[in-house]
């Protein structure tokens, strides 16, 4: 088991962000894949699939930035 844990502050605002590593039988299972990101703000693939997901994060960037500069 491998986890990596980040603590930050930018300005007044804290941040954690982690990471988890792990064995996982998947046996007769689909696993898949999620990213949160800020130009695709979320994207997902299925492994042995062809198709993946990607949600644009441009509207959230959009918003993100209009109330922070209010």
């Not at 930050?8 to 999620?34: H, K, L, M, Q």
Request: hydrophobic share 30%; charged share 35%; aromatic share 12%.
């Amino acid at each position: 088991d491998k986890t990596r844990l980040q603590v930050y502050r930018r300005g007044d605002d804290w941040y954690c962000t982690f990471n988890i590593e792990y064995d996982a039988d998947t046996s007769g299972e689909t696993p898949i894949g999620v990213d949160i990101g800020e130009r695709h703000i979320l994207a997902v693939t299925a492994y042995g699939e062809d198709e993946s997901m990607l949600v644009s994060g441009g509207e959230a960037k959009y918003v993100r930035r209009k109330y922070r500069s209010l």
